[in-house]
């Protein structure tokens, strides 16, 4: 008998487990930059306590989020941006593919879209997670890519990529991951790439 309702409690808590995990997809989204954020709830507000926290879980909390800033530490998995110009860290992020960092250098600029979690303060950055880098200018100031994510963060629609002297690396576009249509790509050289270079169909290239 005693086995049989430790059984039942494990099932019980796994299925718990499962019942509570998170759908990124269905969390809202909040247009405010990082200086509007910093006034409402951060380090600038004028707000008590519990009014930040009031706001908070209102306009913040598990929205998406798009901003801006300068790469202070880079890494395959997470990143930390400094949004205000000054001082340290404003954001931190995790990547929701676990590897979208892996060619973020310090001293570039990305624009990240990701789901806050933490609110920040004078003391410690905004955090969040899900995150996706959708632009990214090299420390010349130059375009390196631009794209965007679905919701299963996959590569979804129109992206293209230079190179850091400003050459066309690739354009295409994106079916959840996969290389879709029309691809043109680019050796370091400046010559058309015809291995890459077609139309393509669920990754694969069909003409």
Not at 5 to 26: A, T
Not at 38 to 52: A, H, P, T, V, Y
Not at 83 to 104: N, R, V
Not at 120 to 125: A, E, L, N, R, V
Request: contains cysteine; aromatic residues 12%; proline residues 3%.
């Amino acid at each position: 008998m005693l086995r049989i309702l430790k059984l039942i409690f494990v099932s019980s808590f796994v299925l718990g487990l499962i019942s509570c995990s998170e759908d990124p997809s269905l969390f809202p989204s909040n247009s405010n930059d990082f200086k509007k954020t910093n006034r409402d709830i951060g380090c600038e507000s004028k707000l008590n306590g519990n009014q930040k926290d009031d706001l908070w879980a209102q306009k913040y909390k598990n929205h998406w989020m798009t901003w801006t800033g300068a790469v202070i530490f880079a890494d395959p998995k997470e990143t930390s941006l400094q949004l205000d110009g000054t001082g340290g860290q404003d954001l931190e992020i995790i990547f929701a593919d676990g590897h979208s960092g892996y060619d973020l250098e310090k001293g570039e600029s990305a624009t990240v879209k990701f789901v806050m979690k933490s609110k920040g303060d004078c003391t410690k950055p905004f955090s969040g997670e899900y995150g996706r880098i959708v632009r990214k200018l090299y420390k010349n100031g130059l375009l390196a890519y631009r794209g965007d994510y679905n919701k299963n963060a996959k590569k979804e629609g129109p992206w293209i990529r230079y190179r850091k002297n400003g050459q066309l690396w690739y354009k295409g576009t994106y079916k959840n991951g996969l290389e879709e249509g029309p691809w043109v790509v680019y050796h370091e050289n400046g010559t058309l790439n015809p291995k890459w270079t077609g139309t393509f169909k669920e990754g694969k290239k069909v003409n």
